[in-house]
């Protein structure tokens, strides 16, 4: 398992890759066979002195910091990123890694597989929801397998799954603070329908050209951002 997610990463000398959370070294030290160099972030204090005897600086750099408080932007562009996220913080740790999606090249995440199934879900799906909008405005996605139980020390009691993300290219076309206040806003209230979830009034449906029947999982991410620029343009 460790050598396909090293194949699916496919790491190449002149690569910046960082390692969120390398725990006591096994993807550590793959990733260092295939690389001179590796940053890492590990927020326990034992586990960072364990790899820091290990590997001298010139081969590891080494974050003794809390991933949820690291400026990634710091890292210059085109940086890759690749680790086991915890389960319990995977969610805000993945709307941290989104906002530096300008600076990012890719990342490849090992995640709960119930977290990666919404990350890439379609509109109109059970799995659909703010996750999925928040990250798919900003990243190209993939899950690119998944991973047994029994791959890991001790196992846990859910399957996972690695999914890879691309940053699109394009900047949000709207303001940031107001799309996601329009797409938290929308699932807070997901069973209800928009005319009740959205605060927008009723002649901006009908220039938006959307259905206020509709609930929350049956816009795109596309139909969120022109509700946010509808939005923005009233507030201006």
């Known amino acids: 398992m ?29 990733l260092l066979a295939r690389l001179p160099h590796l940053t890492a972030i590990e927020i326990d204090r034992d586990l960072a002195a364990r790899l820091a005897a290990e590997f001298p ?11 949820l408080d690291f400026d990634f932007g710091a890292l210059g562009p085109g940086f890759r990123l690749v680790g086991n996220l915890p389960y319990n913080i995977s969610t805000p740790l993945l709307f941290q890694v989104a906002r530096h999606a300008d600076r990012l090249r890719d990342a490849h995440f090992m995640l709960q597989r119930e977290v ?8 109109s799906t059970p799995d659909y929801g ?39 290219r394009e900047p949000l076309a709207c303001d940031e603070e107001t799309f996601a206040a329009v797409v938290r806003g929308a699932f807070s209230a997901r069973r209800k329908t928009l005319r009740n979830a959205l605060r927008i009034k009723a002649e901006d449906y009908d220039a938006l050209q959307i259905d206020p029947t509709l609930r929350p999982e049956n816009l795109s991410p596309a139909d969120y951002v022109r509700v946010a620029l ?7």
Not at 19 to 30: F, K, N, Q, S
Not at 57 to 67: I, M, N
Not at 118 to 123: D, F, K, N
Not at 132 to 158: E, I
């Open 130 to 168: 703010r996750l999925s909008v928040m990250l798919q405005v900003r990243f190209r996605m993939r899950r690119l397998f998944k991973v047994a139980r029994g791959a890991f020390r001790p196992p846990p009691k859910v399957e996972s799954a690695l999914v890879r993300l691309e940053p699109l």
């Open 57 to 67: 600086p010139e081969r590891l750099t080494l974050h003794c910091a809390d991933a």
């Open 2 to 30: 460790l050598a396909r997610i090293v194949a699916a990463l496919a790491p190449a000398p002149g690569d910046t890759i960082v390692e969120i959370g390398p725990g006591e070294g096994v993807l550590t030290r793959a």
């Open 116 to 123: 990666v199934d919404r990350m890439v879900a379609q509109p």
């Open 230 to 236: 509808r939005v923005s343009s009233q507030a201006s």
